[in-house]
């Protein structure tokens, strides 16, 4: 047993003695530092430690950083060229995110490592002129906009204290990955162009994303985006957030699930706690719509991924959301199965089951609480609410809709089974 410990302990010592230490500084104004960023992470990255000064870092094409046994401390920003244009070339970004074939600029991979930004380090996505070119575009899945920080086939990692300036799309990703921490991420999708005062110019700003991933906690987040501040995508289970504020956007969401017919998509286990969604200033950004929603798209086909779909089959189990405080949203709680769908499209056969919203609190602009739109009887079962008490706007009536569920409990007033359709 001696021996084999010394050998463990030698390894060890064999590791920390050769473990090397890389520092960066800006090169400035006009220089790119892609180069020595992947030179430091080559050199640093297995068993390394790499260090990122304050200031701002040029980064002007795709980068991948494989981490094992590695810690990077980032005090500055890697700030990614806004040239619109080479990004949208499909071989300048990487696709690893299978669903929608959505284009990553920056991917981490690999096992054991903390990258910590320090509250001041993270990414600068220089959006602003991505928002405002796409203003007159159509944007359209996996047109190529790329995703700020993907994590991808990551194991054991944590992302902490770590900020994402505005991200021309979706902020974070964590795809194919397992037992990954972000603990104190911020989020800052906001237009500074007086020419969109008022409008919702940051649509898929979204502030992460879980794909094909198990364990994962999103802790301490504060996002400011004009789309879901979460979004918990297909085979994502034991999902944890707690303390997590969305300033504008969506809310909360679990899907869209069930675009692809031949792929089913199962999410299961996730708790969510101490939520708060609050609506800013309708200048800066006019949308505060969920609280929680779930969305399936239909069961009928319309076209193929990424830009359309629909009919995958699946489930969503086991959810609690506690400690939920809502400030001035348009919905609370919305479960639909018909999102991109046409009207006489057949319902998607998902199902949903064992979901607990516990301790809601706010207020909500409008007068219904709770919509939820299963497509099939039973689709939706044991549907359980406690303590779920948010105010609507005076002299009106709540509306609850509940379609197709089996097992409710909780609400103080009768859900409408035969309300809106
Ligand atoms: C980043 O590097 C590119 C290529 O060298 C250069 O054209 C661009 O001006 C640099 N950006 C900044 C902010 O320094
Ligand atoms: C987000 O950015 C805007 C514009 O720069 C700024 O006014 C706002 O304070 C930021 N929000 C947070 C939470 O940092
Ligand atoms: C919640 O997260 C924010 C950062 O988003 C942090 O400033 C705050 O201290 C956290 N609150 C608790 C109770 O941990
Ligand atoms: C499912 O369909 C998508 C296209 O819609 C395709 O890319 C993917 O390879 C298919 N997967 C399987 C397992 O057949
Ligand atoms: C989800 O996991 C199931 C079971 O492992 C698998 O059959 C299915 O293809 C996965 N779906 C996706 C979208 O990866
Ligand atoms: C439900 O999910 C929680 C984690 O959120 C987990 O602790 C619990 O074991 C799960 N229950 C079942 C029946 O899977
Ligand atoms: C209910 O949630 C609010 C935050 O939204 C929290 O302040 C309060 O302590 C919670 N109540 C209970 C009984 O846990
Ligand atoms: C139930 O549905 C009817 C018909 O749509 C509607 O008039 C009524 O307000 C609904 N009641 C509740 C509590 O939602």
């Not at 050998?7 to 400035?28: H, K, V």
């Not at 980032?74 to 700030?79: E, I, K, N, T, V």
């Not at 796409?134 to 899945?141: A, G, I, K, L, V």
């Not at 162009?193 to 802790?219: C, E, H, L, M, W």
């Amino acid at each position: 047993m001696l021996s084999l410990s010394r050998i463990f302990f030698c390894l060890f010592c064999f590791r920390t003695a050769f473990a090397a230490t890389c520092r960066l500084s800006p090169l400035g104004e006009g220089r790119d530092d892609t180069d020595q960023i992947e030179k430091a992470i080559a050199k640093c990255g297995q068993y390394g430690t790499t260090v990122f000064e304050e200031g701002s870092f040029n980064i002007t094409r795709k980068m991948m950083w494989n981490l094992n046994d590695a810690t990077v401390h980032m005090h500055g920003l890697l700030s990614f060229n806004p040239d619109i244009q080479f990004w949208l070339n499909p071989a300048n970004t990487f696709r690893v995110v299978f669903i929608q074939n959505q284009a990553s600029w920056f991917v981490v991979t690999g096992s054991d490592f903390v990258i910590d930004g320090h509250g001041t380090g993270g990414i600068q996505g220089n959006g602003q002129p991505w928002w405002s070119f796409f203003e007159t575009r159509t944007r359209e899945d996996g047109d190529g906009r790329p995703i700020s920080l993907t994590l991808w086939r990551a194991k054991r990692a944590v992302v902490k204290d770590f900020r994402v300036e505005s991200p021309p799309f979706w902020a974070n990703e964590a795809a194919e990955s397992q037992d990954i921490l972000y603990d104190g991420m911020l989020v800052n999708a906001t237009n500074t162009d007086p020419k969109f005062a008022g409008k919702n110019i940051v649509p898929n700003t979204d502030g992460i994303g879980t794909y094909r991933s198990d364990r994962i906690s999103v802790i301490n987040w504060d996002v400011t985006c004009g789309d879901d501040c979460l979004a918990i995508k297909g085979n994502s289970s034991n999902i944890y957030a707690r303390n997590f504020t969305c300033r504008g956007g969506n809310g909360v969401a679990f899907g869209s699930l069930g675009q692809y017919a031949n792929l089913t998509e199962l999410v299961e286990n996730v708790w969510l706690e101490d939520l708060t969604m609050t609506r800013i200033d309708p200048n800066v950004q006019p949308n505060m719509q969920n609280g929680v929603y779930f969305k399936t798209w239909t069961g009928s086909i319309n076209g193929e991924p990424p830009t359309g779909g629909g009919g995958g089959p699946g489930m969503v189990r086991n959810v609690t959301a506690k400690n939920v405080h809502l400030d001035r949203v348009n919905l609370p709680l919305h479960i639909y199965q018909t999102n991109g769908g046409h009207s006489g499209d057949l319902p998607s056969e998902m199902t949903f089951s064992d979901l607990n919203f516990i301790n809601w609190t706010g207020n909500v602009l409008r007068n219904t609480l709770v919509d939820i739109e299963c497509s099939l009887p039973g689709g939706c079962s044991n549907i359980a609410f406690q303590d779920f008490e948010i105010a609507i706007p005076t002299n009106q009536d709540a509306i609850l809709i509940c379609q197709n569920v089996d097992g409710l409990a909780g609400l103080d007033a009768p859900c409408n089974a035969t309300g809106r359709s």
